[in-house]
């Protein structure tokens, strides 16, 4: 077997030997799984092999690339709620003077509960930053 015939079966098993830093293809294994929660699918989105994305998974700059992928897929979900948000903040106001006492009714209940709800979390994150701060003190002073 030449060498030329060597390099190309070395790279068809381990491709990570000759791409040692992330390529175009890593990229699109990245997006298949952001797609396809289940790796089989993955696997067929990016044609690959699933064991290329068991060993793609095994290094440490692929998951960190997934893991920032995931976070700005994530991002950008929320923000499209946050607008969702606006627009049904809005159709509740409206509700409260319809005209139809059912539907206003269960506007002021729904806006009194979403904003009973998000004042108990902003206590809580206030409450767990003045815990986070004393053991921080606990732990510079011991």
């Not at 175009?24 to 298949?32: G, K, L, N």
């Not at 409450?127 to 003190?137: C, P, Y």
Request: glycine share 4%; with cysteine.
């Amino acid at each position: 077997m030449s060498k030329r015939t060597a390099k190309k079966k070395e790279t068809a098993i381990v491709p990570e030997v000759v791409e040692p830093i992330l390529s175009r293809r890593h990229e699109s294994v990245i997006v298949a799984l952001l797609a396809n929660p289940k790796i089989t699918d993955a696997a067929k989105a990016a044609n690959v092999s699933e064991s290329t994305i068991w060993r793609l998974m095994q290094r440490e700059d692929f998951r960190e690339r997934y893991k920032e992928a995931q976070e700005l897929a994530l991002n950008g979900a929320l923000g499209t709620l946050q607008g969702a948000a606006t627009e049904a903040i809005a159709t509740l106001q409206k509700n409260l003077s319809c005209k139809i006492p059912a539907a206003e009714n269960q506007a002021a209940k729904t806006i009194l509960d979403f904003t009973l709800k998000a004042r108990e979390q902003l206590d809580m994150l206030e409450r767990i930053k003045v815990l986070e701060a004393r053991l921080k003190d606990r732990g510079d002073g011991a």
